[in-house]
């Protein structure tokens, strides 16, 4: 059973996206269009509070539950999943954990990973997990934007910030937001199987992507410290050169462990990732709104050998260049049968 766990703040969206994707597989398994490789209760699902209480979305709107959370006759096979609750910032973060549902909450999930339980959360409800111990020494993933503050906070985690989701066996997470739906549909892999998981993602013509990381290069967007500013408008104006640790200390006013600190403390990574990320994000401009040709891009963003450019977009973006530049498109994916098509169509409602 999946069992959605909502509190003040929970996501209208992600959580609506999530109950639309189970639900339209069980529909699909009850048409006969795709068989399930679980058991029928595995896609199950009930929306509960830690209270039984109603709660109130991140948009002010009520929410309301099946039911308490009840761990009695809860094992393995079932999951409690949590959506994003619209803490965006660390402050807010903060202010979340030391919530008195959220302090139980965290307690209650740790007694369900004891049983055997899958948790599985997105973007800011990953903190939850994180305080709950239960990420301890697994890999995890979190919003792009807090994955900073989710490093500092929880050291012992594995932090993967540029995978879309990331399944650590009993914790499942996923990055931000809408992310949820690629939470969902994990979820729905190890629910219902591959082969139903796919084809749910092509009725609900819902993209399937691992990453997100093209969401990174623009991290330092969200950092007020004026070292890193500054180390960004010495990387801007010195885009085609490769710059060493040394050269970017001396422009920062900082020594090179100073200034390594700093960026540590505030994007949770190094200055020479920074620059590539600053680069990145000037690559990823000039193939979206020019013709220039890849080669030259990459000595624009510092790269003479075309080649190391290619690596370093792959590892910072997930995808090449050239899948950049062309982006999805839509009549490439392959349509399922047309009797199939309008049988799920009817399956939706």
Request: proline content about 5%.
């Amino acid at each position: 059973m999946l069992i959605h766990l909502v509190l003040d703040g929970t996501a209208d969206g992600p959580l609506g996206v999530a109950l639309d994707v189970f639900a339209a597989a069980a529909r699909v398994v009850a048409a006969g269009l795709a068989p399930s490789s679980g058991p029928a209760a595995a896609l199950r699902q009930r929306v509960v509070s830690h209270d039984g209480a109603p709660v109130r979305s991140s948009g002010g709107r009520p929410i309301l539950v099946d039911g308490a959370l009840s761990l009695r006759g809860l094992g393995r096979g079932d999951i409690i999943v949590l959506a994003g609750l619209g803490a965006t910032t660390e402050p807010r973060i903060d202010a979340l954990l030391r919530r008195a549902d959220v302090v139980r909450v965290v307690e209650l999930l740790g007694r369900a990973a004891a049983r055997g339980v899958t948790l599985a959360a997105s973007c800011s409800a990953t903190f939850l997990l994180g305080a709950a111990g239960v990420l301890d020494g697994r890999a995890a993933t979190t919003a792009w934007w807090l994955a900073a503050g989710f490093a500092r906070r929880f050291p012992r985690v594995r932090l993967a910030s540029g995978r879309m989701v990331v399944d650590a066996g009993s914790c499942v997470t996923a990055g931000a937001a809408l992310a949820h739906a690629d939470l969902a549909l994990a979820l729905l892999v190890r629910c219902g199987g591959p082969s139903l998981a796919h084809l749910v993602t092509r009725y609900l013509v819902l993209d399937e992507r691992d990453s997100q990381a093209r969401y990174l290069v623009l991290e330092h967007l969200r950092s007020d410290d004026a070292t890193v500013r500054a180390l960004e408008r010495y990387v801007q104006r010195n885009l085609a050169r490769q710059l060493t640790l040394q050269q970017m200390a001396r422009a920062t006013a900082t020594s090179p462990r100073t200034l390594a600190r700093r960026v540590a403390a505030a994007l949770a990574t190094t200055p020479q990732r920074f620059a590539q990320r600053i680069r990145m994000a000037r690559a990823v401009q000039l193939l979206e709104t020019t013709d220039v040709a890849v080669d030259e891009i990459a000595a624009r963003v510092g790269y003479a050998d075309p080649a190391a450019f290619r690596r370093v977009f792959r590892r910072e973006l997930g995808c090449s260049p050239r899948a950049q530049r062309r982006g999805p498109r839509p009549a490439e994916r392959v349509s399922p049968p047309a009797r199939a098509g309008r049988a799920a169509a009817r399956a939706r409602g």
